[in-house]
Each structure stands twice: as structure tokens, then as C-alpha cells.
């Protein structure tokens, strides 16, 4: 039987990998609706994963409880139609004893046994349900001597629930099959009567073929009932597969599309559900790898160019000077002057680039300590204002009073300051003003720098701190800079925010928590060595 089934196993996987070579028509009608309910049941088991855990899960289950329902529901129709069946044979014979034993046994005072059958001959015709069972008496030898079915009984026939109640003094039942081979229940009462010898019985017995066949009815409505839940439920789980697995493989198989590079695929949701929600954030994350990779190939096209303007300019001024020699110092000093601000170009880039890979992997350390930030901007003002000035722009630092005292990184908070403002004159035209004001609001300090230039487009405002975004691939730079500001004013748990109008310029506010207790603390000066490291910061959007 096993290797049978095995054959017959075999037999369906080779049908199935025959039918994934070559394409088969689908069986139309009947044929064809059943293939389509049993398909993904078939490539389910011979399968592996989800669907096929599913599978074995749900009908082990189901198969279980419609096991339990099963044996529950014969059990109770047995006990309902066998036992009332019983209990009326009890009752009626019980009844029937006593009255016999009243009535026919009490009038003389010896019975022998003609006697004995005659007055059960007298009962036996006054039985008014003879039809429905049939009633025999017994006598002190254990043969039957009268029956209301008008048959003799063999002599030799075997009562078990006679012998049962002899053996108890009162009564016994038996359910069997008699000589005729018909499914009977019997009940036997003991007859309690002096006149009597003790051995003498009343049996009535009732056919249970009608109550056979009426309990097999109700079974096999039962069964029917089963299958058609079973049926239900096949295909209920058939339109679970295909509407919840078969987009599961899709997603998996979009998915492997989309590791493997391919940003442009996209999933077709279909229903508005949980794997329609699913799809969404797929498509959403497909496109936001897009754009990271345009992004990520924009820096570094930006990087090669940024890095080669400066190393064409050394190696070309190297050429210049080797071949001139010390016969023309006038050009000597010069290229090595260009020489000299290119490396240092050239550093300050790298050091762009060491700062952003230092923030990515969270390496980027802060060096705290108390400062005046009003001096720190000045310095870097000062820094600019030769380079405004060749610029033909207006650098304005409207300067407080008073020493406004914050807890801060002093390099970091400097390289913050050099890339606004570097962006400021950047984006702004030649004659344009660049203002930068401070303001103090409760333990807050507010650093502005403001602009007349181009601005930024509404659109592209909320992106323009994203890294390797930028928002005017005209100008020079990485697109890290302002995402390197914005994280390093968090990390001084201040806030970077940038407010702009397209044509009309463009506002950065930096907002800094100060500390109001300086008495008993010194305030360290700038000096020279942060302001020239800070100019090497200088960013380049």
C-alpha cells in the first residue's frame, strides 16, 4: 500500500515539473474548476515554506475537530435513540410485570404450568402494542411458551438478558442479533409471585433495524454536512493562498529585484489591506534607494571633480615651476603661493570628508567647554572679510554687548559658523549683503545669518540638510556640509533650521541653550590655532 502510495506521489511531482516546462491548457468545466480548487493544495505539499506549514497546520486542526465532532455527534445520536429506546423497554415491562404479577397470579392460590400459560396467553392477547414490540413469557425452564408474534420460538434459542436477570433476581437487557440475523433489544423482568416456582419471566423485544437505519440517515447527513464544511473551507483557504501568498512570492520576488540593484521595479498594489500597506512601503523604500543611489553617484562625481580642480592646479603650477626654475622668482613665488592654498583646499576638503565619515559611524567626539560664542564669531567674520571684500560683498556682524556664555565644542561650533556663512557669500551676487545678528531669549541664544541670494526652491527646503543633496549643482562642494552643521548643533542640543524664499534669499538660525552662571567660570579665549583650523573647514556646498 505504501509503495503504491508512493508511485502515485511520484507520479503527481513528475506531471507537475512536465507542466513547468512545457504549459498546459487548463482543463475547462468541471475538470477544470476542481484543478483550479486542488492546484495550490498539490504544489503547497510537494512545496516548501509558509504555505506549506500553513497547509499541515490548518487541516490537522480542522481534521481534529471534525474527528471530535465527528465521535461526538454519533455518540449523542446513539445515546438519544438506544437509551430512550431502552428506558421505554424498562418502563413498559417493568409495568407489565407487575401488573401481570397483580392481576393473573394473585387469583388462586397454585399455578401450574398450563395454568401459567394460559393467563400469559390472556395477556399477551390484551396487549394493546403488540405491533410495535413483541411480548414473550417464560417459564421456570427458560423456554418461551407464549409470544405475541404468534411464531413458535426454537427450543433451542439462547435469551441472554433471561439468563442476566435470573442470575440478578430481577431483570437483564441484551442488544444483538437474534436467529434470524435482525438487530433486536430485549428486556427481561423476573416475575415475583408465590403462586410461581421463581424461574418465570416476561421479555418484551422491539427490532432496532428502524432505528439502525434512521441513525445511519443522521450519520451520513452528518458526514455530508462535514465534507461540505471541508469543501467550504478548501476553497475559502484557496482564496486565501492566492490572495495573501501569491503576493507574499510576489513582494519576495521584487524584493530579490530590488537587492539586486534594480530601483526602478515596482509592486502593483491591489487591495487595500496589510499587504497593500506592505507594497507601499516597498515602493516608498525602492524609490528612496533610487534616490540614494542618484545621490551617492552625484557625491561622487562631486568628489572626483572637487578633488581634481585643486591636484590640476598643483600638478600643473609644479610643471610651471620646475620648468622656469630659479631664473623668474616673480612666477616661482607665485605658483608655489597657489600651490600652498590649493593643499590647503585640498585638506580642508579631505577634512569635509573625514568629519562626515566620522558622523555616519557616530566616531564624530566633542570637546566641551565653556566659551563666549559672540567672540568665536567674530573671529570667523573677520576671517571673511578680505574674502567679501575681493568678492565685491557686504559682510555686516551686528555684534552685542554683552558675553553671551555657552557649553560647547569650540572647533565645531566654528566649522558651523564658516559653513553658513561660506554658503551666505557663496549664493550670493557680487554687491549683495550678507548680515549676521545674535538675539537671547531665556536660556536660549540665537545665531542668524542672512542673505539676499538666489534662495531655495519651496520644494527642495526640506531636503537641503539630507546628505549628498544639493539644492544648485552649479556651485562647487559635496552636499555634506549642511548635513554635518545640523548634526553637530544637535550634539550641543541646539537647533539647525533654514528658512528661504526662492529670489529673495535665504535666513539660518542656530539655536544654542546658554549658561547663565559665569562668575565662578573662566571663559576661554580664541586663539590663533582654532581660527586657522577653522578656516580649513571652510565648506564648500
Request: aromatic share 8%; net charge negative; glycine share 8%.
Amino acid at each position: 500500500m505504501l509503495d503504491r502510495l508512493k508511485g502515485l506521489w511520484d507520479n503527481v511531482l513528475k506531471s507537475k515539473s512536465k507542466s513547468d516546462q512545457k504549459p498546459r491548457e487548463t482543463p475547462s468545466g468541471f475538470r477544470g474548476m476542481v484543478r483550479q480548487l486542488f492546484l495550490p493544495y498539490i504544489e503547497m505539499i510537494s512545496g516548501k515554506g509558509i504555505t506549506r506549514r500553513w497547509l499541515f497546520t490548518t487541516f490537522s486542526i480542522l481534521g481534529t475537530m471534525i474527528v471530535l465532532i465527528f465521535i461526538v455527534s454519533v455518540s449523542l445520536i446513539n445515546n438519544y435513540y438506544y437509551n430512550n429506546i431502552q428506558q421505554i423497554l424498562d418502563q413498559r415491562v417493568s409495568v407489565a410485570a407487575d401488573y401481570f404479577s397483580q392481576t393473573a397470579l394473585s387469583t388462586t392460590g397454585s399455578f401450574s404450568d398450563n395454568d401459567y400459560q394460559l393467563a400469559a396467553q390472556s395477556f399477551v392477547e390484551g396487549f394493546e402494542d403488540k405491533n410495535k414490540m413483541e411480548v414473550q413469557f417464560i417459564n421456570s425452564k427458560g423456554r418461551i411458551v407464549v409470544t405475541s408474534s404468534g411464531f413458535e420460538p426454537p427450543a433451542d434459542e439462547i435469551i441472554p438478558d433471561y439468563e442476566i436477570a435470573r442470575i440478578s433476581g430481577k431483570y437483564g437487557t441484551w442488544n444483538g442479533d437474534n436467529e434470524n440475523k435482525e438487530h433486536i433489544f430485549a428486556v427481561t423482568y423476573m416475575l415475583d409471585s408465590p403462586n410461581l416456582r421463581g424461574a418465570e419471566a416476561i421479555r418484551m423485544v422491539v427490532s432496532l433495524q428502524p432505528t439502525d437505519s434512521a441513525v445511519s440517515r443522521t450519520i451520513i447527513m452528518i458526514t455530508i454536512v462535514m465534507l461540505l464544511v471541508i469543501m467550504f473551507i478548501s476553497v475559502s483557504s484557496s482564496y486565501f493562498i492566492r490572495s495573501i501568498v501569491n503576493p507574499v512570492k510576489n513582494i519576495t520576488n521584487i524584493a530579490g529585484h530590488i537587492a539586486s540593484g534594480d530601483f526602478s521595479i515596482r509592486l502593483e498594489k491591489e487591495h487595500d489591506d496589510e499587504i497593500g500597506d506592505l507594497m507601499d512601503s516597498i515602493n516608498a523604500m525602492a524609490a528612496e534607494l533610487a534616490l540614494s543611489e542618484k545621490a551617492k553617484n552625484d557625491f561622487i562625481s562631486s568628489v572626483s571633480h572637487e578633488l581634481r580642480t585643486p591636484l590640476t592646479a598643483i600638478k600643473g603650477w609644479s610643471e610651471t615651476v620646475l620648468m622656469c626654475g630659479a631664473s623668474d622668482e616673480a612666477m616661482m613665488k607665485r605658483g608655489l603661493g597657489i600651490i600652498i592654498n590649493e593643499t590647503e583646499r585640498l585638506s580642508g576638503l579631505v577634512e569635509q570628508l573625514l568629519d562626515f565619515s566620522r558622523m555616519q559611524s557616530g566616531r564624530m567626539v566633542m570637546n566641551f567647554q565653556m566659551l563666549d560664542i559672540v567672540a568665536e564669531i567674530d573671529d570667523v567674520v573677520f576671517m571673511f572679510k578680505e574674502k567679501a571684500k575681493n568678492e565685491g560683498k557686504r559682510l555686516t556682524f551686528y555684534e552685542p554687548e554683552e558675553v553671551i556664555p555657552v557649553m560647547g565644542d569650540r572647533n565645531r561650533l566654528r566649522q558651523v559658523i564658516i559653513i553658513v556663512i561660506d554658503n551666505a557669500m557663496k549664493y550670493s551676487e557680487p554687491g549683495g549683503e550678507i548680515y549676521i545678528y545674535t538675539s537671547v531669549c531665556d536660556d536660549k541664544m540665537t545665531i542668524g545669518v542672512r542673505d539676499h541670494g538666489c534662495g531655495i526652491p519651496a520644494e527642495q527646503l526640506p531636503k537641503v540638510k539630507q546628505k549628498f543633496y544639493k539644492a544648485n549643482n552649479d556651485k562647487g562642494g559635496f552636499g555634506i556640509g549642511l548635513a554635518v552643521a545640523d548634526e553637530i548643533i544637535s550634539r550641543h542640543n541646539g537647533e539647525f533650521n533654514i528658512d528661504s524664499v526662492e529670489g529673495d534669499g535665504t535666513n539660518v538660525t542656530i539655536t544654542l541653550p546658554i549658561v547663565r552662571q559665569t562668575s565662578a567660570i573662566e571663559i576661554s579665549p580664541p586663539s590663533e590655532s582654532t581660527s586657522e583650523k577653522g578656516e580649513n573647514n571652510n565648506e564648500q556646498k
